[in-house]
């Protein structure tokens, strides 16, 4: 069985923290992630028993931690099985799980070591029930992590990848099977260069893919609206300190200032935008740009308008180019007399009131990031797992590519290539779900004119 | 009308599917009838008279190495052979044959007729009877009764058949013979979902309006590959076949009449095939091509007919002698049969357990274009299988379940049966996920040791096939040991071939692994190599030089198999299964998979169902054993 890791023990601010890892390579993963004191060797180590020793990640000393070995038949799930119990820091224990992670262990899924114990023998019966529930949960995290996956911009770039693929497939396709139709040949170097491109892409994207985020960032979040209509004293309110410089002269926020908020239990990573207005200041331009870049590229958008003044031209140049999905139009300052009604903002399904210079009105936000994200049902783990998943996927593709690019070189013959090509394709289109016999048929059929 | 005879065995249809069902069903022990609407129709080509193709020719392939008759029937009566996509490697090479249309029929009407245990009976069936959920035997048009124990349907486009040309729509079946009318109706009334698709087919033309100097010729393979393992005769090309294309002017023509056409007029409702559009629709969905190719090829030796592939139509017929003629070669052609789009009725293939028996009705079996499919080898692959299992169950043997990295068959029936179709499904390479193993020139390593276990294929063959496997291994081994020592000669032909060249001793297995050498190219420098036939230095090649590729398509169908061998029993409640989310839970007793393997195919059913069902079974199993234990 593949090896799985994860934090067994509840997530907070406990005394101490256990990371098990189960599967057949668990000791020599944790052979990578943990150096025992003395002279001692993960390898060699009896089953139940125990070291002390630190995790050590890049180089660098994690914590010092005891490792615990089994061995398979005689641990809970019945395999090779290494717990490492560290100090128990959210911090600390999120960089143990990393390391473990990082050296070829790959994220259980809830409810998985239940499920490996109980196919293994070790559960009884009557714990059945039990297993069940966990793998319940399970899959609707991976449902929910799947629906995470899909909004992610690591995704769509997998995406670009998998669609080249794709053509690349279908046009081999179409040729092989309609080898008599007027269908141009699929040229070697056209293939080398749609693979070798896909490899550099994926490369890429895992170069830049840091596993860290999820955990410091929680949802990229940007505060956007006209000069002075309170931005930065929205996010300090967010942040329940002043972190924006605020004062009364518009475009005092130049460039984005980032920040995380704990709201209603979510991570938000907050951006404060240079104001979004036409100007004339070189400097503040490129604030201005930049924010506009951040509208796109973020999870959420915190629109703030002054609810005190009328929409300005300004204002509904930045209305229209908000993606409504996932924008809450904040309406400011609702201590003076409004003269903004939600009315003025069609299509826009969360429109709240707050005053941010009084901080009332948190709850008004901490309501409409409920119905945005369903906080209750947003769990960390399922962001991660969505990460994982997809950086597993594009590890796979790429060794396969690789392999396909080795096979092209040295003269294979073209089904052989193909297989290759056909594997990295499957991982990458696991991510939606699709085969790719189906999805290479489909395209054939759709892009290229064949038949009797 | 009384019951005038009993059947083990009864086949509606004998057309590529009823016909290998029949003729299994009967060499397996079953007494059978062959029911026809017309004895002259026996394994009719109504539409192109080939044999093969890409994909299609691996599914001869395995029907002969299973012990069906296509291959051999195909062998007999060919006129001009092709190997295709040669150079783009084995798991894509196909053998494609030009068939006399007149002469495959006479073939299997002969070998039908001379089978023990089979009877060939001209009449429509008009009814399935049923004895409960048990499919009980037959009544024609005329009445009578014939009982039998199993019933395959395989009624091809006859079942309500109606034909299209631009306005004008009459019930037929193919080629002008009588549809069947009624049998449809105590099918839905036995509860089966009937769809209707559509199919067409071009014009065939007279020769003597053809002017063959403006075509380009396309000539056979000097070297034959037969499609039968059991063909050993030297096969030689009689005809040749032209290429033809379309102009701006036919798509003109074809422009400017479109709203003759019932498919655009709206009158077809039924959905045809994707991969087989008609001329009008290559023109309407590709706009921008300039030209589309066709193909003129012979209908037989006795007959002046030619076929035009890529030429498929239902606009009338006006508009089709007006069209063919703007193309270069044709331009004074005589249009002898028209083309014609085809409606028929057919089955929901998720309604069959991958044995093609019907999962709701006893002993009831579907195959060929019934199933959803399109194509003579489809169907005659679907009709072995569904002869196998009716003699199967009939005898209470273990039926016959090919899976996915068994053979393109089993993938065939996998995909029909586990996420069905919704245009005809014609079989693809690329719908393999396992191409490399499932080669055309292995389908006996992989189908004929099942074959003989079942009883298809004869004593002598799997005697052949055996010494066949001896020499091969024999040859690996040898081929595995021989040391080729480095020598002028040797370097010059490496050179020659374009790879470097050794300067210590190495394999032999070692150098027929390079693209650029071949086991017969280096048998000057293998001084002790022995004589073999050519089937047997093909497997040597392939197994050596693929070896890698094969070990990693192996990888996979282990993993596959794991699945597969996880059976589920076919009565389960998934309502009952807690866990089981309610989209899989409403495929799953839908499709009602024999696999979790099956089960984890299944489109809506995810990998934490698949972890649920695995965790049922389990508790199952124990439960069975605490049972047994008291």
Known sequence: MSTICAISTPQGAGGISVIRISGDDAISVAERVFVPFGNKKVAEMAGHTCVYGRVVHNGKTVDDALLTVFLAPKSYTGENTAEISCHGGIYVTKQVLRACLENGAQLACAGEFTKRAFLNGKLSLTQAESVIETITASGEQSLKSANLTREGRLFERIKSVSDGLVTLLSGLAAWNDYPDEDIPAVEQSAIKNTLESSVSALSEILKNYDRGRIFRHGIDTAIVGKPNVGKSTLMNMLLGYNRSIVTDIAGTTRDIVEESANIGGVTLRLSDTAGIHSTGDEVESIGVQLAKNKLYGCDLVLAVFDSASPLTDDDRELISSLPQGKTVIVLNKSDLSPVLSADEFEGFSHIVEISAKNSLGMSNIENALEDIFRLHSFDENAVIFANERQKACAESALSFLTQAIGALELGETLDAVTIMIDKACDYLLELTGEKVTETVVDKVFASFCVGK | ??????????????????????????????????????????????????????????????????????????????????????????????????????????????????????????????????????????????????????????????????????????????????????????????????????????????????????????????????????????????????????????????????????????????????????????????????????????????????????????????????????????????????????????????????????????????????????????????????????????????????????????????????????????????????????????????????????????????????????????????????????????????????????????????????????????????????????????????????????????????????????????DIDYTQIKGLRLEAIEKLAKIRPLSVGQASRISGVNPADVGVLLVWLEQNRRREAGKSDD
């Open chain 2, 1 to 570: 009308m009384p019951e005038i005879e009993n059947f083990d065995v009864a086949v509606i249809g004998a057309g590529h599917a009823g016909c290998e069902a029949a003729l299994a069903a009967a060499r397996l022990g079953m007494k059978t009838a062959l029911f026809t609407i017309s004895l002259d129709c026996i394994a009719n080509m109504p539409c192109n008279p080939s044999i093969g193709g890409t994909a299609k020719g691996h599914l001869v392939r395995e029907i002969d190495a299973l012990g069906g008759e296509m291959g051999k029937a195909a062998d007999a009566t060919f006129l001009q052979s092709r190997m295709l996509n040669l150079g783009r490697g084995p798991a894509v090479h196909s053998i494609r044959v030009q068939s006399d249309r007149v002469k495959y029929h006479t073939y299997m009407k002969k070998t039908v007729e001379a089978q023990e245990n089979l009877y060939l009976k001209q009449a429509e069936v008009t009814a399935v009877l049923f004895d409960g959920n048990k499919a009980s035997g037959v009544r024609t048009k005329l009445g009578t009764i014939y009982s039998a124990k199993a019933v395959i349907v395989s009624t091809g486009t006859y079942l309500n058949g109606e034909v299209h040309v631009g306005t004008v729509s009459y019930p037929s079946g193919p080629d002008a013979v009588s549809p069947a009318t009624e049998l449809t109706k105590s099918l839905v009334d036995a509860g089966i979902a009937i769809r209707r698709f559509k199919t067409g087919t071009p014009a065939r033309v007279h020769r003597r309006s053809i002017d063959f100097d403006k075509l380009e010729r396309q000539d056979g393979d000097e070297n034959i590959v037969p499609l039968s393992f059991s063909t050993d005769r030297k096969l030689e090309n009689t005809v040749s076949c032209y290429v033809a294309y379309t102009n701006e002017e036919t798509h003109r023509v074809i422009l400017d009449n479109i709203d003759k056409s019932p498919i655009y007029s709206g009158r077809i409702h039924a959905i045809g095939p994707r991969y087989c559009p008609s001329i009008e629709d290559k023109i309407m969905r590709f706009r921008d091509r300039e030209r589309h190719q066709l193909f003129i090829e012979p209908m037989g030796t006795d007959t002046d007919e030619f076929y035009l592939q890529g030429m498929s139509s239902s606009l009338p017929e006006d508009v089709q002698l007006k069209f063919l003629r703007t193309i270069k070669g044709l331009e004074r052609v005589e249009i002898m049969r028209n083309a014609y789009a085809i409606e028929y009725d057919c089955c929901d293939p998720t309604e069959l357990l991958p044995t093609l028996e019907f999962k709701k009705i006893d002993g009831l079996f579907g195959a060929g274009q019934f199933n959803g499919t399109s194509g003579y080898e489809e169907a005659a692959a679907q009709g072995l299988v569904a002869g196998i299992n009716a003699a199967l169950k009939l005898k209470g043997r273990q039926q016959l379940l090919l899976d996915r990295a068994s053979s393109y068959i089993g993938t065939l029936i996998d995909d029909l049966t586990t996420k069905g179709c919704s245009d005809p499904y014609r079989m693809l390479t690329s719908r393999s996920e396992y191409r490399l193993l499932l080669r055309q020139d292995n389908a006996d390593i992989r189908l004929t040791p099942i074959g003989y276990e079942i009883g298809l294929v004869p004593r002598e063959t799997f005697d052949k096939f055996c010494e066949k496997q001896r020499l091969v291994k024999q040859e690996i081994e040898r081929v595995r040991a021989v040391n080729v020592p480095p020598s002028e000669e040797l370097a010059e032909y490496f050179e020659q071939m374009g790879t470097e060249k050794i300067t210590t001793g190495a394999k032999l297995a070692q150098l027929i692994k390079r693209p650029q050498l071949t086991y017969d190219g280096l048998k000057p420098f293998d001084k002790d190599r022995p004589e073999l036939p050519f089937a047997v230095r093909e497997q040597v090649e392939l197994q050596i030089k693929y070896e890698g590729y094969i070990a990693i398509q192996l990888e996979q169908v282990e993993a596959m198999r794991k699945l597969e061998v996880k059976k589920l029993p076919p």
